[in-house]
């Protein structure tokens, strides 16, 4: 769940919430869209596509200088190593688990 107040997750075994930390910068709402693969949270936001690293505990945000079309991400798509983003300029197959990149 995603609001302005921060993201949360419900644990559905357990019925407890976890938070996430604070973002540490600035994104503006709407959150449009939330995955969840074993590595990361994934979030579709008008200043890009934000990432919480869940082994690290960080947040990392993704943009036009990353290869993305547009930062106005809408809607995602897991696929395994890659995410598709749907965003106002287009559809983005993103490499989110590239080697080459240090996040």
């Known amino acids: 769940f995603a609001s302005s107040s921060g993201i949360m997750r419900l644990d559905r075994r357990s019925g ?3 938070s996430f930390p604070q973002i540490g910068f600035e994104i503006r709402p709407p959150y449009r869209d939330i995955q969840v693969n074993s ?3 994934w979030v579709a936001t008008p200043d ?3 990432k919480f690293d869940k082994e690290r505990r960080y947040w990392r945000l993704f943009d036009t200088s990353d290869g993305l079309l547009s930062n ?3 809607r995602l798509l897991l696929d395994g190593d890659y995410i598709w983003i749907v965003s106002d300029a287009g559809i983005t197959q ?3 688990n590239n ?3 240090s996040d």
């Open 16 to 18: 407890e919430w976890e």
């Open 39 to 41: 590595a990361a949270v």
């Open 48 to 50: 890009g596509l934000l």
């Open 72 to 74: 106005n991400c809408r």
């Open 94 to 96: 993103f490499y989110w």
């Open 99 to 101: 080697p080459q990149r």
